[in-house]
């Protein structure tokens, strides 16, 4: 791929309270409890109903348990009653005289048990089920079918229960035990009434109440005395940890990333003016290199210090390695631009080199796109050199704004490397021969990316153009043409490419070696459109140079560090911009600077291409400049451009029809 950096674009932007502060509902927000505190409350709640709703369904288990144990017990010594009944009964038959005389002393007996309290019945059945005695006279002669009373008298089998009988009713407590009297069996049956036992169970289950409600009370005293108040503060000390930067104590990206769309949501219901300002640290990959990481963890607390210091209400945020945040609660254009030049003066006072993006909330305006805007912002102060200050306000007009789907779009592209190379031509005027093939790789169209251009900007903000120049590389070095002897293979790599390379990294030399090519077969060209990093790039190109790679540099005459690079590296190669070659036929000035850029790069030896050559017009003026200017030697020496080849998977070598020129006009 082939980046172009966005178009310049300018300075300053905002940060000021407005009259009548005190009086707006949205004011008091710095008052409001902290999400961290708000969080602690919570998980304390939390941990009241844990502990409660346990000791709840403890006790309503323990209720249930008990309840069922309290009815068998009721059941069990009912049954012990009826039992030493039966014994009476059978006693009392045993000594009568006569079975007349032993059926009424058990009638006597029996109505002594029907005296007891919640006795609905008691009755003694025959084996016929007639009914020969009974605690009500009127029952006595009737019939009484059970199968408890069945199972009584022909198996001698006792029942201790729920009345069973569908015509009465199930909850009464009935009992049946089989008798003998003078040789015969007969089942005595007792019929409780269930109210008189709900009754003392309502009495049971107010006491459980009471001692379980003690019990909840006083067991939540002691857990919150013992382990309650200790796992609290120990939450509250973990939730801090979570939501604060470790070395510098500011809140970090995950509070970030809850505080500030409710700080955006807040000012926009409010009407209330909030700006962003996003910090990076200038080099400081080159500070940790050069003097080892304590001295950049020591630069990184002086950061953190200078922002707390900024103003109160404002909030600041550890997002990153070497990337701040700075939320300004009710701070305008104005005065984020005023609290922008104070910072850069505090920074300069502690010797740090910080670059800022600004951006101030617009109505409607999302808190991703806010930030989305102050990201760009900062991109654009680095790209002109760091140390500065920029604002979106200022650079809306001339710069774009990345969304979230296409930066999205670009970390997929570098996982995934799906993409596509051609090669354009590039001859040699003089020798009308085939000079070489640069390389251009375009993502997949897939990814929705309007171009490479747009991709490398986006993986520079996102701090993956190493990844994604890498790839392209490999990607070209895969698809490239056998080439012919003489022939060169131009590959683009991004100055920040070569910044990050600048401490020797061979990750170039062994992929072009590992595709059968020679260093001295390729050719890297880079932008002299990007701000600032001259240096490590000149000296990283130096390396290459070394190691048997031609250098060319791309786009001169647009940027603003050329020629101290043509002075610097000797470039094999010089390619002129498109935008001069288009103008320089028609535009004076155009023509000046294409005429002193050529010059001064044959000087230095270099090999001079036109881009952009995209019409004969364009070719024919480029082939016979140098007659008109008088010029000793060939000015324009190559060229590149949709009039002699596009690009394309293969390239032919044959000659594009070059015009013929006369010796008068050449």
């Known amino acids: 791929m082939h980046p172009s950096p966005p178009a310049n674009g300018p300075a300053p932007s905002a940060s000021q309270s407005r009259p009548g502060r005190l009086l707006h509902p949205g004011r008091w927000s710095v008052a409001r409890p902290t999400r961290e505190d708000g969080s602690v409350f919570a998980f304390g709640v939390r941990l009241v109903i844990t502990v409660a709703v346990t000791f709840a369904l403890i ?59 919640g006795t609905l019945e008691a009755l003694l059945i025959d084996e016929r089920h007639v009914v020969r005695a009974a605690s009500n006279p009127a029952l006595k002669g009737t019939t009484d079918v059970d199968l408890h009373i069945a199972a009584a008298l022909q198996h001698a089998r006792a029942y201790s229960g729920r009345e069973s009988q569908s015509s009465r009713d199930a909850k009464n407590f009935e009992f049946v035990i089989p008798v003998r009297l003078h040789g015969g069996r007969y089942a005595y049956e007792v019929t409780y009434d269930h109210r008189v036992y709900d009754s003392q169970l309502h009495e049971v289950r107010v006491i459980l109440g009471l001692i379980g409600l003690l019990a909840l009370l006083g067991g939540a005293a002691v857990f919150y005395l013992v382990g309650g108040r ?49 910090l990076d640290v200038d080099d400081f990959k080159l500070i940790n290199d050069r003097n080892g990481h304590p001295e950049g963890d020591s630069i990184l607390r002086v950061v953190s210090g200078v922002l707390r210091a900024s103003r109160p209400g404002d909030r600041p945020y550890r997002i990153g390695g070497d990337e701040f945040a700075l939320l300004l609660a009710h701070t305008d254009a104005e005065g984020a631009r005023t609290l922008a030049r104070r910072l850069g003066r505090d920074f300069a006072e502690v010797g740090i080199e910080m670059s800022m993006g600004v951006s101030v909330l617009r109505p409607g305006l999302a808190a991703e796109t806010l930030r989305a805007e102050a990201d760009t912002a900062l991109y654009e102060a680095k790209r002109r050199g760091g140390d500065r200050a920029e604002h979106f306000d200022e650079l809306q007009t001339k710069v774009a704004v990345t969304s979230a789907e296409s930066r999205d779009a670009v970390r997929r592209l570098i996982d995934e490397g799906r993409l596509t190379t051609v090669f354009q031509p590039i001859w040699n005027f003089d020798a009308e021969s085939l000079l070489g093939l640069e390389a251009l790789t375009r993502p997949d169209p897939s990814y929705g990316l309007s171009g490479p251009a747009e991709a490398f900007d986006i993986a520079e903000q996102l701090g993956r153009v190493r990844q994604l120049d890498m790839l392209c590389v490999q990607s070209a070095l895969r698809a490239a043409p056998a080439l012919d002897p003489g022939v060169l293979l131009f590959l683009n790599l991004a100055p920040l490419t070569l910044d990050l390379d600048a401490d020797a990294d061979d990750w170039l030399r062994l992929a072009v070696e590992g595709a059968g090519l020679e260093p001295s077969q390729v050719v890297i060209e880079v932008t002299e459109r990007f701000g600032g990093r001259t240096m490590s790039v000149v000296r990283c190109l130096q390396r290459l140079r070394r190691q048997g790679f031609r250098i060319a540099v791309d786009d001169v005459g647009t940027g603003n560090s050329g020629l101290e690079m043509l002075r610097q590296i000797d470039a094999e190669f010089v390619k002129i911009d498109r935008s001069i070659v288009a103008a320089a036929a028609t535009e004076p000035g155009a023509r000046a600077v294409l005429m002193a850029m050529a010059t001064f790069a044959r000087q230095t030896g270099a090999f001079v291409i036109a881009e952009g050559i995209e019409d004969e017009d364009t070719l024919q003026f480029l082939l016979g400049i140098d007659e008109r200017d008088l010029s000793a030697d060939t000015v324009i020496q190559g060229g590149q451009g949709f009039r002699l080849g596009r690009p394309a998977p293969g390239v032919s070598s044959q000659t594009p029809g070059l015009p013929t020129l006369t010796g008068a006009e050449r």
Request: proline share 4%; charged share 30%.
């Open 230 to 278: 200790r796992l609290m503060r120990d939450h509250r000390m973990v939730l801090r940890r979570a939501t604060r930067d470790g070395l510098t104590d500011l809140p970090n990206q995950r509070a970030f990333q809850d505080e500030f769309p409710d700080a955006v949501a807040a000012a926009t219901r409010y009407r209330d003016p909030l700006a962003l300002i996003l």
């Open 59 to 117: 006790g309503l288990a323990g209720y249930v348990v008990l309840e069922r144990t309290l009815s068998q017990r009721q059941i069990t010594d009912y049954a012990a009653t009826q039992r030493g009944d039966a014994k009476a009964i059978e006693h009392e038959g045993a000594s009568a005289a006569s079975q007349a005389d032993a059926l009424a002393e058990i009638d006597h007996l029996l109505d002594g048990v029907g005296q007891r309290p």
